[in-house]
């Protein structure tokens, strides 16, 4: 899929484009951010442009050329893949052969393109190989580096890949992505407020395990809004790992939407979760519009706390604690 078809990264995209466009592209690069928002396509993309046998205005990879479509389909002998084996890791083995591959001319492309998917995924002798091959004097490879979790990888690793930010998919971009796969524009609206911005998630959804996925989530954290204590407990649970703090943090903030809705006589305005519209309005019933609001303002604080890669648990703790004191203070609790 060429740059121009990407939908929804156009800072990463153009970032990507405008360096290699100026001829200006680094030896390597680190592509962060959530996983299936796009990553491994502007990877590909990428890998395309800087091979495409006609590249079209723009300029960009044409998309069509055998080059272009042998990437595609992962068969092009300049384009490698190198992907967890052995007990799910990149191993030093794996490092070793892209090292010694890499000084070779590419086969039948202009550049060689390594695409190290996820990156994270090396240990260290394997990451200190990598450093070792990124020492050497640029050459004629390009070295893609993936990741959803950054701080995962070695700081000196970090230092000799220039950084491409992915951020979360946008609703418009979820749901033309989902109308490109022939999802009618209901099935969409209901999959995008559970797909907490990722595509693959968007595209793999299972709705009704996520509907009662996401009952889950809301209902442990109303209960825990009973006692300090079980705020804790709960905090501990929703900040097993990254992602799901962030899937439920962004769930949470599109409940409290829907009851800021509610609670202003919004009728008008469609719910993200309509499925849900009998507790919603209940809970709306109980409480207050203040309350609702610092609630809001409560998750949409952890979420910035987050980006500024903030501690999981304390994040989460903070997050209840302050939505357990508004609902008090309102007295729906
Ligand atoms: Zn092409």
Redesign the pocket.
Known sequence: MPFGEIIGQDRAVAQIRLAWAAGRLGQAYCFHGPSGVGKRTTALALA?AVN????APGPD?????P??RMIAAGTHPDVVAVRPEDKAVISIDQIREVGARSSLRPYQGRTKVWILDPADRMQEPAANALLKTLEEPAGISLFLLVTAAPSALLPTILSRCQGVRFDLLGAETLRTILARHDRSSDEAAAIVALAAGSAEQALALDLAAARAARDRVVQDVWNALDSPLRVLECAERLAEDRPRLEEALQLLISFSRDLAVLKAGGEAVALVHADRRDLLTALAARTTAAAILSVFAAQTEAQRALARNANLRLTAEHMLLAMRAAIRAAGAR
Do not use: E, K, S, W
């Open positions: 395309q495409c046998l006609r590249p990879a044409c998309g069509g050329c080059a272009c």
